[in-house]
C-alpha cells in the first residue's frame, strides 16, 4: 500500500525537466549579474564581452535559461517584464505615458513582472524612446512572427537619443516622460 502511494506521488512529480533545457534556473556570474543590474535587466552582446562572456558562455547562458534573446544582439534576465520586452524589441525603453504608467504602477507598490500592456496602454499602443538615427522600427507582423507573441499594435516612437539616454533600458526618466507626454501626439 505504501509503495502504491509513493509511486502514485512519483508519477505526479513534473517530469518536464528531463525532456529539455531548464528554462531560468541557470546560474548567472557575479559580473553578469551587476551588469544586469545596472542597466535594469537588458545587456548587449558585446557588454557581456567586455566581462568576459564569449560566444559560447553566450550560448550555454541561453540553453539554461540563465539569459534569454530579446533582440538581435541583446539578452535580457528572464524576469524582464514582457511589457519591457516588447518596447525593446520596438527599439528601446517605455517612453510618454507608458513609462508614467509604468512609474505610477511601480509606485504603487505593483510587482513589475506582473505588468501588462493594458496596465501601460488605454490602447495597446506603447510609447517607446528610439534614438534618433534608428534605421527602422521592425513591423508588427515580423515581431509577432519572429517571437511567437500576439501581434501588437504599432507603437507610438518618440525620437531622440537623449531621452532614451536619460533613464535605463526600461523606461526614459519620468521627467523626460512628462515632457514627452505633454508633446505627443498619440495620447
Ligand atoms: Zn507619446
Known amino acids: 500500500m505504501r509503495r502504491e502511494v509513493s509511486e502514485r506521488r512519483a508519477k505526479r512529480r513534473p517530469t518536464n525537466s528531463y525532456s529539455g533545457a531548464p528554462r531560468g534556473t541557470g546560474f548567472l556570474p557575479n559580473s553578469v549579474l551587476r551588469l544586469l543590474h545596472r542597466h535594469g535587466g537588458i545587456v548587449s552582446t558585446s557588454e557581456l564581452r567586455s566581462v568576459h562572456v564569449d560566444q559560447t558562455h553566450l550560448e550555454l547562458l541561453r540553453y539554461y535559461g540563465s539569459l534569454q534573446a530579446v533582440r538581435q544582439g541583446w539578452h535580457c534576465h528572464p524576469s524582464l ?14 517612453a510618454c505615458v507608458s513609462a508614467l504608467a509604468y512609474y505610477d504602477a511601480l509606485d504603487s507598490g505593483r510587482e513589475p513582472t506582473t505588468l501588462t500592456l493594458g496596465d501601460l496602454s488605454d490602447d495597446g499602443r506603447l510609447h517607446v524612446c528610439v534614438v534618433s538615427n534608428q534605421p527602422r522600427i521592425p513591423g508588427t507582423a515580423l515581431l509577432a512572427r ?32 512628462l515632457l514627452q507626454a505633454d508633446r505627443c501626439d498619440d495620447t
Open 146 to 177: 519572429r517571437w511567437s507573441i500576439s501581434e501588437p499594435r504599432e507603437p507610438s516612437i518618440h525620437w531622440s537619443t537623449a531621452a532614451y539616454r536619460s533613464g535605463d533600458r526600461l523606461a526614459v526618466a519620468r521627467h523626460v516622460a
Open 81 to 94: 517584464p514582457d511589457v519591457n520586452r516588447l518596447a525593446w524589441r520596438f527599439g528601446g525603453p517605455l
